[in-house]
């Protein structure tokens, strides 16, 4: 059971670091969207399949950032692209989906363009959102899920202080349905 969102509607006010621009999606920003989607589906389709799949054209890129406006208003989803302060240029995104249920603990997913990968701008927008979380949202927790064959993915969790949690063995009718899929690792980080 989810329960509602402790605040209201919260602004999209944009938050800075120091090269960085994180912000919600406006209409305009659909083509860049769909460009680097478009030119990443190989890297991207493994963790995030959906996103993948239900942007196949320019048209679906502007009603996916359509949804994520309709989500924030709802905290649902609050879904950040990431720009470059010093450019403009469209890096990735980095999305928290909350449970609202005590204690809240948000769930973190974030992605780049392969040519923006290895130059810690993920862990920049992660480090940033993390405080988002805390702070603006009120969380308790919050957790990411990587996959172990995605180590940079895992080393930016580690690097923002998510600690990783100990793996679960999986109930025994599943683990030949799964048995092909990489392990997901789990990463939690508490409020202090």
């Not at 680097?36 to 959906?50: H, K, M, Q, T, V």
Request: contains cysteine; charged residues 20%.
């Amino acid at each position: 059971m989810h329960a509602s969102p402790p605040l209201p509607a919260l602004p999209g006010s944009p938050l800075h670091t120091p090269r960085l621009t994180l912000r919600p999606y406006l209409p305009s920003d659909a083509a860049d969207f769909f460009r680097l989607i478009d030119e990443n589906r190989p890297r991207l389709r493994p963790s995030f399949p959906a996103r993948e799949a239900t942007v196949q054209t320019a048209t679906d890129a502007l009603q996916v950032l359509a949804q994520f406006r309709h989500d924030w208003s709802l905290g649902r989803l609050y879904v950040l692209g990431i720009w470059l302060a010093a450019t403009g240029r469209y890096l990735g995104d980095i999305s928290l989906k909350p449970n609202w249920s005590p204690p809240v603990t948000l769930e973190i997913g974030y992605y780049l363009a392969a040519t923006a990968e290895g130059q810690g701008f993920a862990r920049e927008a992660l480090a940033a959102v993390v405080e988002f979380g805390f702070a603006t949202l009120g969380a308790e927790r919050l957790l990411i899920r990587c996959r172990a064959n995605n180590p940079r993915s895992c080393a930016v969790a580690e690097s923002v202080g998510f600690q990783q949690l100990t793996p679960r063995p999986r109930l025994w009718p599943l683990r030949s349905f799964v048995s092909s899929e990489q392990p997901i690792l789990y990463y939690i980080r508490k409020r202090e």
